[in-house]
């Protein structure tokens, strides 16, 4: 079992920046791939970023060149740096946890955290 608590979320205006951290718990957070995902009002959830297990990250074309994504094994957290934020940014962001290597659907994640609201102010 993996715990996920995120953290960082909050209100920003237009080109501000945040960054959201997520501590995990409970398993080798080494052996985990670690993928932030994000859902906005009446839309699915969908893929940010994922940093594998293996090293290596992957980004959903809306975060690429904005968002930067980071682990650090030693203290079993996982960052991500939003830089140049949009009104369209805002959205509950999730840190999610998985053992399926090369995949950004979010039905092969396992484990989630609770969630921490991101809001952009135009």
């Known amino acids: 079992q993996v715990q996920l608590v995120e953290s960082g979320g909050g209100y920003v205006q237009v080109g501000g920046s945040l960054r959201l951290s997520c501590a995990s718990s409970?398993?080798?957070?080494?052996?985990?791939?670690m993928g932030w995902f994000r859902q906005a009002p009446g839309k699915d959830r969908e893929f940010v970023a994922v940093s594998w297990s293996g090293g290596g990250t992957a980004y959903a074309d809306s975060a690429k060149g904005r968002f930067t994504i980071s682990r650090d094994n030693a203290k079993n957290t996982v960052s991500l740096q939003m830089n140049s934020l949009k009104p369209e940014d805002t959205a509950v962001y999730y840190c999610?946890?998985?053992?399926?290597?090369?995949?950004?659907?979010?039905?092969?994640?396992?484990?989630w955290g609770q969630g921490t609201q991101v809001t952009v102010s135009s």
């Open positions: 999610a946890a998985g053992t399926v290597t090369f995949t950004i659907r979010k039905e092969r994640y396992d484990y």
């Open positions: 409970g398993r080798t957070f080494s052996r985990l791939n």
